[in-house]
């Protein structure tokens, strides 16, 4: 069975990101009046997912994805 979700759903997503880049995104939300932190990188992120997306094809995931630091080699 396919799980359906909506659009218009949300979810809240934690990232760690190096200070430079949170730097040069705040600078920018700042200096432009009409732009929130949320929809620059929600933009930022569906462009780049577009031109991945593109390339190849993803099918659903089976499960849970992997979180935290990855096992040592």
Do not use: C
Request: glycine share 2%.
């Amino acid at each position: 069975m396919k799980k359906v979700i909506s659009p218009n759903k949300k979810t809240k997503l934690t990232l760690t990101l190096p200070v430079v880049l949170v730097e040069r995104i705040r600078n920018i939300v700042y200096w432009t009046p009409d732009l929130t932190l949320t929809t620059l990188v929600r933009s930022a992120i569906e462009t780049r997912l577009k031109q991945i997306e593109k390339k190849k094809r993803f099918k659903p995931r089976r499960g849970k994805i992997r979180v935290g630091r990855p096992p040592k080699k």
